[in-house]
């Protein structure tokens, strides 16, 4: 059968395409159950769970998404943001783009170009409801794949297991930009992901 990780996803647009808010009671249930192994099974992709973040009350579902009106066979990673209040997960917002050919397959580091390679990422308001212009909390969330060295990754003290695909979410909620530690079997950091943007410094001529 072959190493499961390495096969690639099946994308059928002959399946019915889903709407915004029936992905969202899809995210919805995975935040409930968890997101069950991926790139296990073969198949068809109309909606495909990556991968799920928590951190306090804040979430990120990354998942595999076909639309039969594009091009055939194209496929698209998305990830939604959540906050819990009083209990419940409410959905705050998300985003993405193209998925790479053949999403599913695992990479080495050599292959990727790094341990870790961010493909996405984004941040959504959590109080939007506020009632001043002013004052505004984000939920910030990142889209990575990691290479086949990599067993898991660690954002502060949580620890997140990289799925056999490779693909990870991350989510935190304050402006403060994390970074991201690429851990493998034994726990022994292979490297160290730093999502601050850089600012290009112009030297005098």
Not at 2 to 27: L, Q, Y
Not at 146 to 158: F, H, T
Not at 175 to 200: F, S, W
Request: hydrophobic share 40%; charged share 25%; proline share 8%.
């Amino acid at each position: 059968m072959g190493d499961p990780a390495r096969r690639n996803v099946r994308v059928n647009t002959e399946v019915g395409t889903m709407n915004d808010h029936e992905v969202n009671e899809e995210c919805l249930r995975l935040l409930r159950d968890g997101v069950p192994p991926a790139g296990q099974g073969g198949g068809t992709v109309p909606f495909l769970p990556l991968a799920l973040d928590v951190d306090g009350d804040i979430a990120v579902v990354t998942v595999l998404t076909a639309d039969p009106g594009n091009v055939p066979g194209e496929a698209f990673i998305d990830g939604w943001t959540f906050h819990r209040r009083g209990g419940e997960w409410m959905a705050l917002g998300g985003g993405g783009g193209s998925a790479p050919a053949e999403p599913l397959a695992r990479r080495s580091a050599a292959e990727l170009g790094a341990h870790l390679r961010r493909y996405g990422g984004g941040r959504t308001v959590r109080n939007g409801d506020r009632l001043l212009p002013w004052g505004a909390k984000y939920v910030n969330q990142v889209r990575l794949r990691a290479a086949a060295e990599v067993a898991r990754v660690r954002v502060g003290r949580r620890v997140i297991d990289v799925p056999p695909h490779g693909h990870v979410a991350v989510v935190w909620p304050d402006r403060r930009v994390p970074n991201i530690e690429a851990l493998d079997a034994g726990g022994a950091i292979l490297d160290v992901l730093d999502l601050a943007p850089r600012v290009a410094v112009t030297q005098p001529a």
